[in-house]
């Protein structure tokens, strides 16, 4: 029996949608998915399957325990370990047949020493986080690479002068750096046109539907664990933050900032009773959320429909779209349709 207060839906008909419009958008270039953090939160496994079936055959993740969690892959998809390999890694790395993106001397000098199979290489433009910098390019010299990486720093703000100041970098590295692909653009950096698509696309949270215009692939739902009615003058939840102006239905709900609902949310967030909105009301706690269901057909042991929508609960939030993906926590029973 489903005893999980908390409910997640992953929408793979809409991750797919998404990754169609993503691909269509990268043009001639391949495009990839990014898997990484168990696909965002929601499961990188089954993530990956429904990709595979869309047609993605290049996914990314950050570490080689993903590697290991993510097991066998689809039939003809290519995985790359985004962080490298460090020196105590190298043994798994070269039993498995995912690919380091090496990023550091050191690991291209570990690499190199260690065998003559393809890597991948991330390159610094700009972004000054993980790559090699361009004073060492030197050291890839004969070096077999399948594909070379750099990354945007600021692809989300299509207007930054520091987009045009990394795309003339990289084309400057691709034009000194033999490899069979190149890499540059993530969700957002798609978005800046053909220029920045280069061999191979890896979007991100765009097809988890966390850029404007995504179709919406995460749904949650939370349980109703009391009903109460209460009068004008009265306050509701921690810090008396909301008070009645008028009689007031309120269901107390079985969510909080502990599943990752965000306690910025407070007075502002929503939930759904079928198609009647129900505001928050009060401070979201650690565990619950009360809600205004006044004149909706609300039970306690029911369910409510908790808005989540990554853009706007970012806008309201002030927190990412990626940190509140990735910040759903455990307590939810997960469905896949």
């Not at 806008?315 to 926590?329: F, I, M």
Request: hydrophobic share 50%; net charge negative; with cysteine.
């Amino acid at each position: 029996m489903d005893t999980a207060n908390l409910r997640l839906t992953i929408d793979l008909g809409a991750l797919a949608d998404n990754w169609r419009h993503l691909a269509h958008a990268s043009g001639a270039a391949t495009c990839g998915a990014a898997v990484k953090a168990d696909a965002y939160g929601l499961g990188a496994v089954e993530i990956v399957s429904a990709l595979a079936r869309a047609g993605c055959r290049d996914f990314f993740v950050a570490s080689w325990a993903e590697v290991a969690a993510l097991g066998a892959m689809p039939d003809g998809a290519r995985l790359a370990v985004l962080h490298g390999v460090q020196h105590d890694e190298l043994a798994t790395a070269l039993e498995s047949a995912a690919v380091p993106v090496l990023c550091t001397p050191a690991q291209v000098a570990a690499w190199r020493s260690a065998t003559t199979r393809p890597c991948d290489v991330m390159v610094d433009t700009g972004i000054n986080r993980l790559g090699l910098a361009r004073a060492d390019l030197g050291l890839l010299d004969g070096l077999a690479i399948d594909t070379l990486h750099s990354h945007l720093a600021c692809a989300e703000s299509p207007a930054d002068p520091m987009n045009a100041r990394q795309l003339a970098a990289f084309r400057e590295v691709v034009a000194a750096v033999p490899a069979r692909r190149t890499s540059l653009a993530n969700s957002s950096g798609i978005m800046l046109g053909p220029d920045y698509a280069f061999g191979l696309t890896r979007p991100g949270i765009g097809l988890y539907g966390g850029t404007a215009g995504a179709a919406p692939v995460a749904g949650l739902a939370a349980r109703v664990v009391q009903v109460r009615d209460i009068a004008p003058g009265d306050s509701v939840g921690y810090g008396a933050t909301w008070i009645a102006a008028r009689p007031t239905r309120v269901a107390v709900l079985n969510i909080g900032y502990a599943d990752g609902y965000p306690r910025a949310m407070s007075n502002i967030g929503q939930a759904f009773a079928g198609d009647v909105a129900c505001p928050v009301i009060g401070r979201v706690s650690m565990d619950l959320v009360a809600v205004d269901v006044t004149g909706a057909d609300v039970t306690e042991g029911g369910w409510l429909r908790v808005d989540f929508d990554l853009v706007r609960a970012a806008a309201a939030s002030g927190r990412s779209r990626y940190e509140l993906l990735t910040g759903l926590g455990h307590r939810y029973a997960r469905a896949y349709q």
